[in-house]
């Protein structure tokens, strides 16, 4: 699948913008609500979570 795809903000139910190479753990932001989503999932159904708001511990 090469083809971008967008998925659905788990804050304001707007359409994120989901990259084709998207990458567990990635940080997207919501062009609606301007939140920060986590990529919790990719497959076999991409999913996004409300990102941690500490910007200290990113982790890897
Ligand atoms: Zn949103």
């Given at each position: 699948m090469s083809v971008a795809a967008t998925i659905e903000c788990p804050i304001c139910a707007g359409a994120v913008g989901l990259p084709a190479d998207v990458m567990l753990g990635e940080l997207l932001e919501c062009d609606d609500c301007g939140s920060e989503l986590e990529?919790?999932?990719?497959?076999p159904t991409p999913s996004v979570r409300e990102a941690p708001l500490s910007a200290e511990d990113w982790g890897q």
């Amino acid at each position: 699948m090469s083809v971008a795809a967008t998925i659905e903000c788990p804050i304001c139910a707007g359409a994120v913008g989901l990259p084709a190479d998207v990458m567990l753990g990635e940080l997207l932001e919501c062009d609606d609500c301007g939140s920060e989503l986590e990529v919790a999932a990719v497959s076999p159904t991409p999913s996004v979570r409300e990102a941690p708001l500490s910007a200290e511990d990113w982790g890897q």
